[in-house]
């Protein structure tokens, strides 16, 4: 007498976790240095210490009642303040704190907005290849989950199939770019085209189509690339955001929804992304974190390492003959299976302690991906093990 | 064309909140030290020192990267032991960290069991008084929210009247002892005569009928009261805790639950909490006060400012002729409202820019909750003003 959909996604671990056990079980065998973890993306870099001194300083600096209390739910205003001035500094539009919701992280911010946005029979696309957690997130709130099949090989937005997606009962799309799996960063002009089918399609079915944007690697670019800033580009845009990977705090639950006022109905969606988050049981984002971002929200990674790491493995694998989407954001490599079967080519993989994930559960078979959060030394060192694997 | 449940749950604020805000503008107009505001929940000692003692070794001791990275979602190891020997040290308990699940918070603790316990049709009970988010949750996971008529003047629990309630979709009983708003703790015999009533209960419908203990003022207790550890009473028993009042963090957002394998479908059960939490957007607990809950999971409070406040509120009003439920706990009083309409009392005790909460949400009109987390001083200068109030 349990609640059925409860007990399968408690009992059903996700592939990512399976493997990333895997290697830890396998690294007390034959050694965490002799096990190549692409599997999990968990931010190698440390936070920037500007984050660690504003620690000390709101340790030293508030009264601890007033550091550890309750905030209001929408979050302290300071916070919203900083963030706020941070998106007008960076991108010119009139962000106010009014339009910020602080949440425990991108994961309940994705769950308010689709909670807010779900009417009776509501459905919400995602664009392969995506966060599997997209799904869970969607069905959750009783709405309809859907998929818009990939633009291979260069993973930006396949808008005819997208258009061929759309119907009256579609209540949003998720944006994620830089993308998790693929690494790539949508295009302007990808992003114009969308903006203009769904403004189009929303004056046709008499309702607005959001975009959720998904954006915890929007400061995670190399190389020059830059992703545009939605709500410029589409103002029914609904930003989701985290600071896990930007300042390599993902364990600390502290991100936030942005709702523009010039948003269809965005005063009334605002509320509803409140009401949404109460009744998933949302009370406040960390006190302490919150204080945190009020001082550090135009603090930027140092991304070095990653660029490293993505240069080396990117050039490797090309070099190597691999198929790999050009990896201009995020932290991950999206790897055409060679053979075409990634659920076969990751066993293969397992076998010689190189973990990487199919890209099954990302609504793009025939893929694996790579995270690159790891040691430079690990890629430098797997890279003969992909050269075996070709022919295995 | 949004959730109308979201829209509505983001824009009626609760009456709380609606008194805080209305202190707050008041306080602007004549002063804070001159609003009684008996509002808030909120807890006015600062944390203990331990706490801040271990934020500090924490930030010294661990590796950023480990300290700031995810967690599993059940939470840490480190911390889960702690609490799992704290509560086997105090109450003689098998508690393994197995049996732990570390959450954000009494809130979403309370969502991930409603969830995990509902079934088609399922109905949850609370018992009057209650706090009044309980119906929200309940609600939120699709389940009917069922309430149990107060027991008059104790505030203990009618047992007769809740075994009128019962019925073959009860899926759980809140007990929430100490009680948020009555100040009550609930006996050893009320609690034993309560698992003897949903056992012969869940022997008839055939299915468990578990309880859901929301604790989070379990050490929250006076003059020598203690809450019993209820799942040596009733084993079905799910356990909610925060440390938001017990160590003075209700913003950091820190808590658990406690699944014990002994419970009915204990392990299955333990699953499904997991799983509905995922639902709800959880990822881990806050990392940081994960490591801190390790070190400080035997911290108890200084109750003494409270337990003077307690005693000289209730003392003063009693003494005015004033009926008050005896407070052994939490840091509420409940008091009957002179006259018998709780709502024209909070209007009229407004006037005099006193703060008491009309009980109508707490599923108990005719009373008023004062919360005594204040300064001492407002409680001596408020009772010259109780004592007007009863012939205003």
């Not at 911010?109 to 599997?132: D, H, Q, S």
């Not at 770019?177 to 008499?206: I, M």
């Not at 009334?268 to 109460?278: C, D, F, N, S």
């Not at 299976?337 to 076998?351: L, T, V």
Request: proline share 7%; with cysteine; aromatic share 10%.
């Amino acid at each position: 007498m349990l609640n059925e959909r409860a007990y399968a996604l408690g009992s059903n671990r996700s592939a990512i976790r399976d493997l990333f056990e895997y290697g830890c079980a396998r690294a007390a065998v034959v050694g965490r240095e002799n096990v190549f973890d692409f599997s999990l993306g968990n931010p190698s870099i440390p936070t920037p210490e500007a984050v660690h001194t504003a620690i000390r300083e709101v340790l030293e600096q508030t009264d601890p009642v007033e550091l550890h209390g309750y905030t209001s739910a929408v979050g302290d205003l300071a916070a919203r303040q900083a963030i706020a001035d941070d998106l007008r500094g960076r991108y010119g539009a009139s962000v106010s704190p009014g339009e910020i919701f602080l949440t425990c992280g991108a994961a309940p911010a994705l769950v308010a907005v689709f909670g807010a946005l779900t009417f009776p029979g509501a459905e919400i696309l995602a664009i392969a290849p995506y966060f599997p957690e997209y799904r869970v997130f969607v069905e959750g709130v009783g709405a309809r989950f859907a998929e818009v099949p990939p633009d291979v090989p260069d993973f930006q937005i396949n808008l005819e199939a997208l258009a061929r997606c759309l119907n009256e009962k579609t209540a949003a799309v998720i944006v994620n770019s830089p993308n998790n799996p693929a690494g790539t960063v949508y295009t302007a002009e990808t992003l114009a085209r969308l903006g203009a089918l769904l403004a189009r399609k929303s004056a046709e079915y008499g309702h607005p189509i959001y975009i959720v944007a998904d954006e915890p690697y929007r400061e995670l670019v190399y190389g020059g690339a830059a992703a545009p800033f939605l709500p410029a580009i589409y103002p029914s845009t609904i930003v989701c955001y985290s600071y896990s990977k930007s300042l390599s705090l993902p364990g600390e639950r502290i991100g936030y929804v942005y709702v523009p006022r010039a948003a269809a109905d965005g005063e009334a969606l605002y509320a509803a992304v409140a009401g949404a988050a109460r009744n998933a049981g949302h009370v406040c984002a960390p006190s302490l974190w919150q204080k945190v971002i009020a001082r550090c929200a135009a603090v930027r990674p140092n991304l070095a390492a990653y660029d490293r790491n993505r240069r080396a493995l990117y050039g490797g694998l090309t070099a190597l003959g691999y198929e790999v989407a050009k990896p201009d954001g995020a932290f991950y490599l999206f790897v055409k299976a060679p053979g075409g079967d990634a659920n076969a080519f990751s066993e293969k993989a397992k076998r010689r302690d190189v973990l990487v994930v199919p890209g099954d559960d990302f609504g793009c078979p025939g893929y694996v991906r790579l995270c690159y959060c790891v040691k430079y030394e690990t890629i430098e060192r797997s890279l003969p093990l992909f050269r075996a694997l070709l022919t295995d």
